[in-house]
């Protein structure tokens, strides 16, 4: 007799298919190709295999969907109705493939492979692992000025993704931001102190990344988690971060530079500088492509045929990018670095319409979770899921999907379906 999936042996389980592609997302990509339109990465095989390994595991245990599932397939329903409707069915036919991967089946997958406690410790510690690996590298390439291009100096800390994928690095570690926070919020003794170190050091890692968006994100995140902890917390925390931002400014590698980055968010709307003009041109060639295309949009991937029509004069064709390995390259502007307006102009009002629910269910369902919560380890997952739900909102507005860091989105969504829907095995109580 098979044993149920939650009682099969640890290093059995499916879930270190989700482990495997946590790490292949980190991998370094060698030399950049930017003219390719499609690639497939390493971290998108595993991806791959993943829900694959689900789907089978699925069908042997005869797994019953969770209730709530369905706003997972809302972005679905969308983006075959907008690449059916678009007029270069070749060129959106990748970008329906991808859709698809990130937002409905790799999280579907992360739902079914994650079975209880320990499987949701298993990944979550995954992505705490991999955002500490890419800060650690991050930190030395700021130090030895080994990273990517930055007013002419090699110091933006961006791991191991290269320039060519500017907010990689940032985006896990806020990933693994969010993960520890939630445990210094919820947990007691070494823990906490262990957990207190790790933001420490990865708001470190994040303000050498150099991006404004990572920054907004997570302090949005921190904010509500802290919120939601009490103004106790909210305060020690507030002055620890006080003193690890003080130190970085007054001190820290590239201390001009970073007071240059953070002194240049209150300018963005007076004085914006050319990548700033740059995003504005591109929200308002987004807001152009739906005015024409208010429905169904242009399709997906068909933002950048459209682009030169709705953008204005002083936009740039692409910008500078440079590291080490990449050397000197220039990168086309491929999207408006928005994700909202990005599927707005590329599926309308029936995509935004989507990914709105897809957003507003989550949380409802993680807020409905967390009134029914008796531990300290259930707290965490639950502000886990909640600071998740505030960075990645937030941080759309500034970038959109693209790249091995996607993938890792893809994954963290699972995650936090996992724990709002609450698709574990009967008898199992979940914890981070």
Not at 71 to 87: D, E, F, G, K, Y
């Amino acid at each position: 007799m098979k044993a149920p999936p939650a009682l099969r042996p640890r290093w059995l389980r499916p879930s270190w298919f989700a482990v495997v592609t946590v790490g292949l997302v980190c991998l370094p990509p060698g030399r950049s190709q930017l003219g390719a339109s499609f690639t497939v990465t390493p971290a998108d095989i595993a991806a791959g295999v993943l829900v694959a390994v689900a789907g089978w595991s699925a069908l042997v245990h005869r797994q019953r969907p969770p209730k709530g599932v369905v706003l997972l397939l809302l972005p679905a329903i969308a983006v075959v109705v907008a690449t059916l409707a678009s007029a270069d069915l070749a060129t959106s036919l990748p970008g329906l493939v991808r859709y698809l991967e990130v937002f409905v089946l790799v999280p579907l997958a992360v739902a079914v492979v994650v079975r209880d406690a320990f499987d949701l410790r298993l990944v979550a510690g995954a992505v705490l692992f991999a955002a500490l690996i890419q800060a650690a590298v991050g930190c030395w390439q700021s130090a030895t000025e080994s990273g990517a291009s930055y007013a002419g100096l090699s110091i933006r800390a961006v791991g191991t993704f290269g320039s060519s994928d500017i907010m990689g690095m940032s985006t896990v570690v806020s990933y693994g931001f969010v993960i520890a926070l939630a445990v210094a919020l919820s947990q007691q003794g070494w823990i906490r102190t262990a957990a207190v170190v790790v933001v420490a050091f990865l708001s470190v890692a994040l303000l050498l990344s150099l991006s404004r968006g990572a920054w907004l994100a997570c302090l949005m995140a921190a904010c509500i988690m802290l919120i939601l902890s009490g103004w106790r917390k909210l305060l020690g925390v507030v002055c620890l971060a006080g003193l690890v931002v003080g130190a970085g400014l007054a001190g820290g590698w590239g201390s001009a530079t970073l007071k240059e980055r953070v002194e240049s968010l209150a300018s963005v709307s007076s004085q914006p500088d050319q990548s700033v003009n740059d995003r504005y041109g591109l929200w308002e060639a987004a807001t152009g492509i739906w005015r024409d295309h208010p429905i169904v949009g242009v399709g997906p991937r068909g933002f950048v045929a459209f682009r030169d029509t709705y953008a204005p004069l002083q936009v740039s064709a692409g910008s500078d990018i440079a590291d080490p390995v990449n050397g000197f390259q220039r990168q086309e502007l491929r999207s408006p670095h928005n994700m909202y307006l990005l599927v707005l102009s590329e599926q309308g009002l029936i995509g935004l319409l989507a990914f709105v629910l897809l957003w507003g269910g989550l949380l409802v369902y993680t807020l409905r979770r967390r009134s029914l919560i008796d531990s300290a380890p259930e707290r965490a997952a639950t502000l886990a899921a909640i600071g998740l739900l505030a960075w990645q909102s937030t941080n759309f507005l500034y970038s959109d999907i693209g790249g091995p860091p996607t993938v890792a989105m893809s994954i963290m969504l699972g995650l936090l379906a996992c724990w709002a829907l609450g698709t574990w095995a009967r008898g199992t109580k979940a914890a981070v």
